[in-house]
């Protein structure tokens, strides 16, 4: 069993919906926890980062963790067109490099 | 622009050859790390530098190795190449050793024929 479980998809939702992704994870020691957005063959770009359990928000992004559940999302509002990337999970225990999800396709059809 | 350069962009080359490829972290950031993504194996974490010193090893094989020079800009030779290590490998950056955010560069696409 992988430390990290992610849907690859692809999720294909209409221009202006909300998107919800997701990960689980095993490790308990895990504490930092991020979400990247990564084009074709581009670098990952980091979104969003969290410390621990909580919410964070940044505009149309936000960011939940549970770690009671090790359960992890990321929420997109009124997704766009560009907003069609690989979603990465991936965390760390702070020991250790990051852990990365396999990572979800979303397509977002205007 | 996340501020971490990679060179080459893209590089082709035959099985049993050697290539190097340079990252230059982001102004400041002292830890540096290496991944490969290939289609079928998504992000795989291969080796990390801090301040010029080995910080920790993931999947790399013998026939890779990575270095930190002074100025913090690191390399990451490969050796004896064979068809399966065509990938795209990337360089991350990040100010601190532990906790976890990390900066990635544009990626070097390495083809081995």
């Known amino acids: 069993q992988k430390e990290v479980e992610q849907d690859p998809g692809p999720l294909s939702v209409p221009e202006g919906a909300i998107v919800s992704l997701n990960c689980t994870y095993s490790n308990s020691a895990f504490q930092y926890f991020m979400w990247y957005r990564q084009y074709s063959r581009k670098g990952p770009e980091l979104l969003m980062y969290?410390?621990?359990?909580g919410n964070k928000e940044d505009g149309r992004f936000t960011a939940q963790v549970d770690k009671s559940s090790k359960y992890i999302s990321l929420f997109i509002r009124d997704s766009q067109p560009s907003d069609s990337a690989t979603y990465l999970c991936?965390?760390?225990?702070?020991?250790?490099?990051?852990?990365f999800g396999s990572g979800t396709r979303l397509q977002v059809q205007p | 622009d996340s501020g971490v350069t990679q060179t080459p962009k893209h590089l082709i080359t035959a099985t049993g050859q050697r290539v190097t490829l340079r990252c230059s972290p982001r102004s400041g950031d002292l830890s540096v790390y290496w991944y490969q993504q290939s289609l079928d194996q998504g992000l795989q974490f291969l080796i990390q530098?801090?301040?010029?010193?080995?910080?920790a090893k993931g999947n790399i094989l013998e026939r890779f190795s990575a270095q930190q020079f002074p100025d913090l800009h690191s390399e990451l030779n490969l050796s004896s190449l064979e068809l399966g290590d065509s990938a795209l490998y990337f360089c991350?950056?990040?100010?601190?050793?532990?906790?976890?955010?990390?900066?990635f560069g544009p990626g070097t696409r390495l083809t081995v024929l």
């Open positions: 530098y801090y301040n010029g010193e080995e910080r």
């Open positions: 991936a965390m760390s225990s702070g020991r250790r490099a990051l852990t």
């Open positions: 969290t410390y621990s359990s």
């Open positions: 991350a950056s990040s100010v601190a050793t532990s906790n976890g955010e990390q900066f």
